[in-house]
């Protein structure tokens, strides 16, 4: 069973990087995995932040960027706002089959 | 303006069936792939299942493949989910996602706003 490895939380303050991962437990991750990010805020759906490890949505603002980092998938959050404390998912790819990843919980303090 | 509008959810008994719906529109419905995901009251998502743009190619997670059936159709621009033997771990938020690719959910860019399956006696 394919298993895919997140922060379970992460901490930043107001102005701050934070750069949360996305590991697979079938060795590392490259871009064939199309990693995915997810946003979602409690009592709300997921958004879609960033898709095909790299690009950004219409809607994503550009402090978040998405990168492949050290055998992982990444998602860098740069001048962090009070707006961006949420829950954070990573999906990734496995030949028709997708899997996300646990999720981290960022909190802005 | 792009919009996934799922229905159908509700409570049921372990073992029954329940059919669940997406109706989209503001895109072409035929030319996107889609997917459903669900979540488990206070847990993470979980892929269910994804369609080609043409419906000729499904995929399942292991937790459905079997017991749960995706599908579309493209002249109504809605997606389905027939599930059957439902378990008490199905029990989640199930939501429908529009994918950037016409053959297989890779890129989720628009979700609707969810439907909720409750299994319980």
């Known amino acids: 069973q394919t298993v895919v490895t997140q922060e379970p939380s992460l901490t930043v303050s107001p102005g701050g990087t934070v750069t949360l991962t996305c590991a697979s437990s079938t060795g590392a991750v490259t871009s064939g995995y199309y990693p995915s990010w997810f946003q979602q805020k409690p009592g709300q759906a997921p958004r879609t932040l960033i898709y095909?490890?790299?690009n950004r949505h219409s809607w994503t603002p550009a402090r978040f960027s998405g990168s492949l980092l050290g055998g992982k998938a990444a998602l860098t959050l740069s001048g962090v706002q009070p707006e961006d404390e949420a829950e954070y998912f990573c999906?990734?790819?496995?030949?028709?089959?997708?899997?996300f990843g646990g999720g981290t919980k960022l909190t802005v303090l | 303006e792009v919009q996934l509008l799922e229905s159908g959810g509700g409570l049921v008994q372990p073992g029954e069936s329940l059919r669940l719906s997406c109706v989209a529109s503001g895109f072409t419905f035929s030319s996107c792939a889609l997917s459903w995901v669900r979540q488990a009251p206070g847990q993470g998502l979980e892929w269910v299942s994804g369609?080609?743009?043409?419906?000729?190619?499904?995929y399942y997670a292991d937790s459905v493949r079997g017991r749960f059936t995706i599908s579309r159709d493209n002249s109504k621009n809605t997606l389905y989910l027939q599930m059957n033997s439902l378990r008490a771990e199905d029990t989640a938020v199930y939501y429908c996602a529009k994918d950037l690719s016409s053959t297989r959910a890779q890129k989720m860019d628009v979700w609707g706003q969810g439907t909720t399956v409750t299994v319980s006696s």
């Open positions: 999906l990734l790819y496995y030949g028709g089959i997708l899997v």
């Open positions: 369609v080609s743009g043409s419906g000729g190619a499904t």
């Open positions: 095909s490890t790299s």
